[in-house]
């Protein structure tokens, strides 16, 4: 079956190292998201693709890069870490119609 | 910002009985979508209303939207203990290939055995 999977699931990262998380989906889609999910805020995205080449930025996109070099991949790029990007980031697809589909999450915490 | 607010934020019931969630949002859409996420994992769709629909039904699950008030409500009969999960609502203002989705802070659904 066509899937997303996120890796790593669980991040420990130290204050200023870059830390990227990685977003494959085997639906060959075009649309890609990385949203981050804190209490109190929901859902928030950070970048989206809309195919190769194509990076946008979302309402939370400082401190975060996106690359799309592939239809499958939108790995997301913390340049240099900071503790209140410690969250939740889930990757989702468009696969059909005008419904997503969730990756697992990465849970990342920054020290 | 948050174009969806779901409210209660929390919101807890006894098995059997029927669980009323609501969603308002601000500006025009193309559809409203609700999503389920149960505690660690990611979120799952549950269903999608466009925007010239007034009422869409999935087995035990009944969405409503109102356009004129920005709002849509989502129920849920017969509430059973695993439907104790978060869930949201979304809004697709997008036009064209132009897709994108916005999220609310979502409603903490529990049902209590």
């Known amino acids: 079956d066509a899937e997303i999977t996120q890796s790593p699931r669980h991040k420990i990262t130290e204050t200023g190292r870059q830390v990227t998380l990685a977003c494959h989906q085997t639906?060959?889609?075009?649309?890609m998201f990385w949203y981050r999910q804190d209490l109190g805020h929901g859902l928030r995205l950070i970048h989206y693709?809309?195919?190769?080449?194509?990076?946008n930025k979302g309402e939370v996109s400082d401190g975060y890069s996106v690359s799309r070099s592939n239809t499958e991949d939108l790995p997301l790029t913390l340049e240099s870490a900071a503790s209140s990007q410690t969250s939740v980031y889930f990757c989702a697809s468009r696969v059909s119609g005008n419904t997503i589909y969730f990756g697992e999450g990465s849970w990342l915490t920054v020290v | 910002s948050q174009q969806g607010e779901e409210d209660p934020q929390a919101l807890s019931i006894q098995e059997g009985e029927n669980a009323t969630m609501n969603c308002s949002y601000k500006?025009?859409?193309?559809?409203l979508q609700w999503y389920r996420q149960n505690s660690g994992r990611g979120l799952v769709h549950l269903i999608l209303i466009r925007s010239n629909e007034r009422e869409k039904h999935s087995g035990r699950l009944r969405v409503t939207l109102d356009t004129s008030k920005k709002s849509s409500s989502l129920l849920i009969t017969a509430s059973r203990a695993a439907d104790t999960a978060s869930y949201f609502c979304?809004?697709?203002?997008?036009?064209?290939?132009?897709?994108?989705?916005?999220f609310g802070k979502g409603t903490l659904l529990t049902v209590n055995p």
């Open positions: 693709s809309y195919g190769v080449q194509d990076t």
């Open positions: 500006t025009s859409i193309n559809n």
């Open positions: 639906w060959n889609h075009n649309n």
């Open positions: 979304a809004t697709d203002s997008s036009g064209g290939s132009n897709y994108k989705l916005t």
